[in-house]
């Protein structure tokens, strides 16, 4: 830029001295005078290369582009960063809330067993305090009234926490609730292919089985020959 700088003053110099010389030769006003300033001003002005006083309007428009765009990233990575700790954070909390469930989903049913427990012991201890040796009538009684009052409060239980014990006498033979234990010859009023005896109760939960029943299966009796 200084280079160019000294060319153009130089350029200028030598016109302005030609100028002078030719007006002291045909009679011209003076070389310096405003009207010469300004024509040697004009031409200069014209041919000569401007000077570089700094970056263009195109320059400094990319370079103010260019920081928006920085911001701009510089933000959707903040963001970025943001939603990934968050969805870090949730599965976590999810994960956490999968594993109580875990834990304390059967919290309800256990504290209804907790009664039954409750009127087992406290039929066992009656059993053992008031009876007189030697009553085994009373003693008998006592245990019959003691499990009726639990096999009550157990079906109370199962009931409202959708246990059902399944009764498939009768019905027919299915493998996906039926543990097949034997066969054995059908008998009045029971069909062939249908449970005959129940050897172990099955239960579903929800309508799903959670344990087969283990029956025996009736099947057609072959004939002697």
Known sequence: ???RSVWAVRRLVQRLLASSAASEGRGWPHPFSTA???TAGEACSSEDPPD???PSLAERALK???VKLEKEVQDLTMGYQRAVADGENIRRRTQRC???AKIFGIQSFCKDLVEVADILEKTTEYISEETEPGDQKLTLEKIFRGLSLLEAKLKSVFAKHGLEKMTPIGD????HEHELICHVPAGVGVQPGTVALVRQDGYKLHGRTIRLARVEVAVESQRRL
């Open 98 to 100: 999968v594993e109580d």
């Open 172 to 175: 027919k033979y299915d493998p």
């Open 64 to 66: 103010l582009k260019a």
């Open 1 to 3: 830029m200084a280079a």
């Open 36 to 38: 010469t300033q300004r």
């Open 52 to 54: 570089e006083l700094g």
